[in-house]
C-alpha cells in the first residue's frame, strides 16, 4: 500500500516526465466534462445522458479520491472551493439515477463543475510559463466565465425550463449576457420578483467582473514571486529587484534570444 501510495503521489506532485503528461491527460479531461456539463445542461434525461453522466461522476470521484489521499494537508484541500464544488458535483452524479425525472436542481449543480477551472489553472501555472506570466488575465476571464454558465444554469432553471432544450438554454444565456452588459434589449424578461432580484444580482457583479477583466487585459502583466524580505508577490516579469524594498529577486525566467 505504501509503495502503492508513493507512485500516485509522484503522478500528482512529481517532476518526471511521466508525471507531466499524467497532469496534462487530468487537464484535458477536466475541461472535456465542463463543456460537456455546460452541453448537456438543457439536454432532456435520458438513458445515455444518465450512463455516461454515472460513468463520469465515477471518475471524478476517483480522481477527487487520489487527490485526498496524496494531499499533504487534508483538510485544507477538504476546505477549498473547488474541492466542495467536485464533492457536490459527485454526489449529484451518483445521485441522478434514483431521480426518475433527473430534477433541474443537479443539472445546476453539476454547472458547479465550472469553479474545478481554478484548480486547472493552478495546474497550468505550475506547467506552463504562458498562465504565470498572464496569470490576473486568465483569472478574470475565468471569473467571468463560471459567473456567466453558472447564472446562465439558474435563470435556465428559474424562468425556461419548462420549455427545455438547447434553444431555451441559448435564451437563457442570452438573457444573461443582455442583463450583464446591460444591454437590456427587452425581449426577454423575468417580471417576478425572484427574477427582478437576480437581474439586479447579474448587472452589479457582471460590471464588476468586466471591469476586473478590462484591467488585467491591458495592464501590465505581474508575475507572482515571493520577495523574500518583505513579502511582496506581485513583480514585473523582468524585475531583478524589489520595487518595495530593493532586495533582489531571482525570478525564473526563459532569457532573451537576443533579437
Not at 60 to 70: C, H, N, Q
Not at 84 to 101: G, Q, R
Not at 225 to 231: A, D, F, V
Amino acid at each position: 500500500m505504501e509503495k502503492l501510495h508513493r507512485s500516485v503521489r509522484l503522478l500528482y506532485q512529481g517532476r518526471s516526465r511521466r508525471a507531466q503528461r499524467f497532469r496534462y491527460g487530468l487537464i484535458v479531461f477536466d475541461t472535456l466534462t465542463i463543456l460537456y456539463f455546460i452541453i448537456t445542461a438543457a439536454m432532456s434525461p435520458s438513458l445515455l445522458l444518465t450512463v455516461v453522466n454515472t460513468v463520469l461522476g465515477g471518475l471524478i470521484l476517483l480522481d477527487f479520491s487520489a487527490r485526498l489521499w496524496v494531499a499533504e494537508n487534508r483538510r485544507k484541500m477538504l476546505m477549498q472551493v473547488y474541492t466542495i464544488a467536485d464533492a457536490v458535483v459527485i454526489v449529484s452524479l451518483l445521485l441522478a439515477p434514483f431521480f426518475a425525472d433527473d430534477l433541474a436542481f443537479l443539472r445546476i449543480l453539476r454547472g458547479l463543475r465550472l469553479i474545478h477551472s481554478y484548480h486547472l489553472i493552478r495546474d497550468l501555472r505550475r506547467e506552463s510559463r504562458f498562465f504565470r506570466l498572464h496569470e490576473d488575465a486568465v483569472y478574470a476571464a475565468v471569473n467571468l466565465f463560471v459567473f456567466i454558465f453558472v447564472t446562465t444554469s439558474f435563470v435556465f432553471v428559474l424562468a425556461f425550463d419548462d420549455r427545455a432544450g438547447i434553444a431555451a438554454y441559448v435564451d437563457a444565456l442570452y438573457y444573461t449576457v443582455a442583463t450583464l452588459t446591460t444591454t437590456g434589449f427587452g425581449d426577454i424578461t423575468l417580471p417576478t420578483t425572484g427574477g427582478k432580484l437576480l437581474s439586479v444580482f447579474i448587472m452589479v457583479v457582471g460590471v464588476a467582473l468586466f471591469v476586473q477583466l478590462a484591467r488585467a487585459i491591458f495592464q501590465p502583466s505581474k508575475v507572482h514571486y515571493k520577495c523574500p524580505e518583505c513579502g511582496l508577490t506581485r513583480h514585473d516579469p523582468d524585475a531583478i529587484h524589489c520595487k518595495h524594498c530593493g532586495t533582489s529577486l531571482k525570478i525564473e525566467t526563459e532569457g532573451s534570444d537576443g533579437n
